[in-house]
């Protein structure tokens, strides 16, 4: 009985965001959309308070066998805890953008912004954190379907625009496929381990692995690449991305990428961590192939939502690179890129959500970019840092990202791997300074105006902002030790 | 020091436009003093490295600054060309000034912070974000063609140092620390010395730029405001050279010596090819650019020569060439704004209307070649002895570059200063105004200080030459004799032809 009531202590976050959620589900069912600015906040402040929760476990580097609930399929450490607050940040961030994007859309004679929302949000954090914390292949499977679920919904919640249905319906088949996958790879693992707990399996697979078991992890991991839309399986993304509502392509780029990713490091370095020779030529190849076509993929683009998948193609292949050292170093050098990476995303998608053209309606065509400096200027810098930062082109902070990603794969002895990976890091920057030729040299197109978007974006912004400018090098020492800690702990064989 | 720069360009980037010429004046005349206060401070003869200030980053990244006299010298090239390069664009540029003057005072902070960094990382930091400023100058201020220009002048720089990154780390993870001083006296393994040697040679011969990577030089010169041409010619071309003389030497002497016949090659190509392609322009800027990457092929090759003659020449010629080539682009800058062309056959004649201007003009000319007196002339001279002890060929083509020089120099200064007015309108050309003058007095001085007394900016390098010497003493008598033996062997075979010849003179 102690050992239950210990887990349900362990799982606090997760009570209180179903919780929550039900309660808000049950509040807009009564109340409807009207009340959709309320649940939004009372949603917005459930996130928050989740953070709260798991601050300490992060900041206290809290790992080891205290931290496993429901007999080990179930782990809060620290590195559970970093993923869960960037998944929380993320999460906050596109609840806070939503309703002014969706409210410009007219269904039914009132704005798109539905009380479910908010609602769908948390049940996709809800999955997230099972993913980020699974222990055992079931944990796994139960959390993806649960995030997939809700993300499909929010992929087509414009249900009048063609574009966002067609996005949810490819999403949900590609995505049902990939499921598909990841179930008969862990049915295969199943067979040859004998068990469904990473750490049994790690045991179970570990020397000469017999071909199912090979089998078996590739087909894991391919569905896995499948979520973090790694090449080849990243075919989805662009579409998705750019047919999705943007505070939900917002939300695609972040939290889903920082559970998916987790849960993959989770898998290959636990569950079979014991057979690193067995994927690492895998990842090796998919992390340049990510990254080749991610650079090349986008120079062609004209829709900048487009352009930014391409990109995140590309950034996951960095991260993968990353993993491909299978070291503990590499692992928290995937941390840091990952923090960096999901405020280099909400900063990009904070200038496209606040750029409007005459009529109110967003801007996505690259094109209408053109001389954004001259016409809202604030806007142009923040799309320049990002440019910049995304490139890795140093003092922005996300040259550090890089930095120690391409320092771990060195340390590693992959220098082949590290010198090929950043070479190819030069066809990306193309593109980045592309957007930033179309901002800052060319002549206004005359397709956006000066307006300014609300106050809360405006801050989201500015404080993205602040943490991709030279500035963020300041948080250095403190996301270092964190990153660190949480690595730790998942290098911990229990 | 670094602050300066930084708090003017914050303040010029929010003032209008006449404010933030002031502002950008005042900073770089202010960080112009400092650097002079510097070099009276250096202690000529004393530690190697001095100034050091030093901050703990976090692990892997230290905030770590402090010159030696090779570093000292560069810097303050970099501040005096600095007031110069705002006083040339104080006209000149009229849209969004204060974005531009902030975007000069940035570059100055990061040029600075190249020549003084003392870690590892910290030097990559202010080497690569160079490029946003000077691609922001570029494409926006630029001329007709500066979007090709710019993509071309980012993605070429990008690719050479990204490699030096991954070298970096290597290196890093090999010595243990991140410490410019100390890696400079670590014994790397030899074998893995040339990979190493190959990534930062990506690097700076782009930089530099040596043929034939040097084909970004003429494009970003060209479209670049003549500001921004001082600063490409003035200053970021010696960070190739600089990188040279602080990484790939001293750090990775045995792989120096083993390429020493890449760069060799490499330099005496250039030296010729350059200047032949720098005949037939007939665009003023491009012909200057073309005969800047002919200079410093020759700083390249007397680097390679591991002699301390050598060594002082580079320094000296691109100390020189900073001051020469950005007064040449001032040159061409002046009589760009009045007639807005850059076409050598628009002018002519031009010493009729503009007296003055053409006798700067001709100092400036007479400098590049390389006349005695001037600081073109120490430089060449010293760099072509040092070269002369390595490989007399070597220094023979070398020599060629400097006659062709002379050509198209001579040439371009006939076809515009002299000759018949054929144009009315470079006929009706105003001579200099008191901001012309003051900019070109300045760097006229400059260049005839160095040309007559070279010893005061010698001085506080010799001990770091000397160091550099004896770094390479152990390794650099085998490559010299390695480079020596083709002409050796020509000897004997020439001997042994002379006395065949002989023989079968006496056999008649």
């Excluded at chain 1, 980020?132 to 379907?145: Q, W």
């Excluded at chain 1, 090098?473 to 964190?482: M, N, R, T």
């Excluded at chain 2, 990244?61 to 010298?73: P, S």
């Excluded at chain 2, 030899?190 to 040679?201: E, I």
Aim: hydrophobic share 60%.
């Amino acid at each position: 009985m102690t050992d239950f009531s210990h887990s349900l202590a362990l799982i606090v976050a997760e009570e209180v965001l179903t919780v929550v959620g039900l309660v808000l589900l049950l509040a807009s069912a009564w109340l409807g959309d009207k009340a959709s600015r309320g649940i939004s906040i009372v949603a917005v402040a459930a996130l928050v308070a989740c953070a709260f929760l798991a601050a300490p476990t992060l900041a206290g580097g809290l790992m080891g066998p205290d931290r496993l609930a429901f007999g080990g399929q179930y782990i809060g450490d620290a590195f559970s805890a970093f993923a869960k607050i960037l998944i929380y940040v993320s999460a906050a961030v596109t609840l806070i953008f939503a309703p002014n994007f969706l409210n410009r859309f007219v269904v039914n004679g009132q704005g798109a912004m539905r009380a479910e929302f908010p609602v769908l949000v948390l049940f996709a954090v809800v999955g997230m954190n099972l993913m980020v914390s699974a222990g055992d292949f079931m944990t796994l499977y139960i959390g993806l379907e649960l995030n997939s679920l809700s993300a499909y919904v929010l992929a087509a919640f414009l249900r009048t625009d063609e574009r966002s249905a067609e996005a949810g319906l490819k999403y949900f088949v590609l995505g049902a496929l990939a499921s598909g996958i990841i179930l008969f790879g862990m049915s295969l693992t199943y067979g040859f381990a004998g068990s469904t707990d990473f750490m049994a399996v790690r045991g179970a697979m570990a020397g000469e692995l017999a071909t199912g078991a090979i089998f078996g992890l590739v087909f894991v991991l391919a569905g896995l690449a499948f979520k973090i839309s790694a090449v080849p399986f990243h075919m989805w993304t662009p579409d998705v991305y750019e047919g999705a509502p943007t505070p939900v392509t917002t939300f695609f780029a972040t939290a889903p990428k920082v559970a998916a990713l987790a849960l993959t490091m989770r898998v290959a370095l636990g569950a079979f961590g014991g057979a690193v020779d067995a994927w690492q030529q895998i990842v090796i190849f998919v992390a340049l192939a990510s990254i080749i076509v991610g650079a090349l993929g986008a120079i062609g683009q004209s829709n900048i939502k487009r352009l930014l998948a391409f990109s995140s193609i590309n950034n996951i292949g960095f991260l993968l690179i990353g993993l491909a050292a299978a070291t503990e170093q590499g692992a928290a050098a995937m941390l840091v890129y990952l923090f960096i990476y999901v405020f280099m995303s909400i900063a990009g998608f904070a200038v496209i959500l606040m750029l409007r053209d005459v009529d109110g309606n967003p801007v996505e065509a690259i094109a209408d970019l053109a001389g954004l400096s001259s016409v809202r200027p604030a806007m142009a810098w923040a799309l320049l840092a990002v440019m910049f930062s995304l490139a890795g082109i140093p003092p922005l902070f996300g040259f550090y990202g890089k930095f120690v990603v391409f320092q771990a794969a060195v340390d590693a002895d992959m220098i082949a791997l590290a010198a090929i990976g950043i070479a190819a890091s030069v066809i990306g920057a193309f593109y980045y300074i592309k957007v930033v030729k179309i901002a800052f040299f060319d002549e206004p197109s005359g397709r956006i105006v000066p307006e300014t978007g609300p106050i809360s974006h405006k801050i989201v912004l500015l404080v993205a902002c602040l943490i991709i400018s030279p500035l963020g090098y300041l948080l250095g020492p403190w996301l270092g030790g964190l990153t660190e800690k949480a690595a730790a702990s998942l290098f911990l064989i229990g | 020091m670094l602050l300066v720069p930084l708090v003017g360009a914050v303040a010029c980037y929010f003032v209008s436009a006449n404010a933030a010429r002031m502002i950008a004046l005042i900073t770089t005349l202010i960080e112009l003093v400092l650097g002079v206060v510097l070099w009276v401070n250096f202690d000529i003869g004393g530690a190697q490295w001095q100034f050091m200030e030093r901050a703990d980053l976090f692990a892997g990244f230290r905030y770590a600054l402090g010159i030696d006299g090779i570093a000292l010298m560069l810097i303050m090239l970099t501040v005096f060309l600095m007031p110069i390069c705002i006083g040339a664009s104080w006209n000149s540029i009229n849209k969004r000034v204060g974005e531009y003057m902030a975007a000069f005072l940035l570059m100055e902070l990061l040029m600075v912070g190249v020549f003084a960094a003392q870690d590892l990382f910290l030097f990559y930091i202010f080497f690569e974000a160079g490029l946003i400023p000077m691609y922001l100058i570029i494409g926006i201020w630029g001329g007709d063609n500066r979007i090709y220009a710019a993509y071309k002048f980012f993605l070429y720089t990008l690719i050479g140092s990204v490699l030096m990154l991954i070298a970096m780390f290597w290196m890093v993870r090999e010595a243990g620390t991140t410490d410019i001083p100390t890696l400079m006296n670590y014994d790397f393994p030899a074998d893995a010395q040339k990979l190493l040697w190959l990534a930062f040679f990506a690097s700076f011969a782009v930089k530099m730029p040596m043929w034939p990577v040097h084909t970004w030089l003429p494009d970003a010169h060209v479209q670049a405001p003549t500001a921004g041409s001082v600063i490409l010619a003035g200053v970021l071309l010696k960070m190739g050279g600089y990188g040279f003389i602080r990484f790939s030497i001293p750090m990775l002497p045995e792989a120096s010596v083993y390429f020493a016949w890449l760069v060799f090659a490499m330099s005496m190509i250039a030296v010729v090819v350059t200047s032949l392609i720098a005949l037939v322009q007939s665009d003023m800027k491009k012909l200057i650019a073309y005969s800047s990457v002919a200079h410093m092929a020759i700083v390249t090759a007397a680097l390679f020569a591991f002699n301390v003659q050598g060594f002082e020449g580079a320094m000296m010629v691109m100390l020189g060439h900073g001051l020469v080539s950005g007064a040449l682009f001032l040159c061409v800058g002046v009589i760009y704004d009045r007639l807005h062309t850059r076409e050598i056959a628009r002018y002519g004649g031009i010493a009729i209307n503009m007296p003055k201007y053409a006798t700067f003009f001709l100092l400036f000319t007479m400098a590049s070649i390389g006349l005695p007196g001037t600081s073109n002339f120490i430089g060449e001279f010293l760099g072509l002895a040092g070269i002369y002890q390595a490989s007399s060929w070597v220094a023979f083509v070398c020599t060629t570059g400097i006659i062709l020089g002379a050509a198209y120099m001579l040439y371009l200064y006939r076809r515009v200063a002299f000759g018949e007015q054929k144009n009315e309108d470079a006929a009706a050309m105003p001579d200099m105004d008191a901001r012309e003058w003051i900019m070109m007095i300045a760097l006229a001085a400059g260049t005839l200080w160095m040309g007559i007394y070279p010893e005061s900016f010698l001085a506080p390098m010799r001990t770091d030459i000397e160091w550099l010497d004896q770094r390479l003493e152990a390794v650099a008598p085998a490559g010299d004799a390695h480079l020596a033996m083709p002409s050796a062997e020509e000897q004997a075979a020439a001997a042994a032809a002379a006395e065949h010849h002989d023989a079968g003179e006496g056999a008649h």
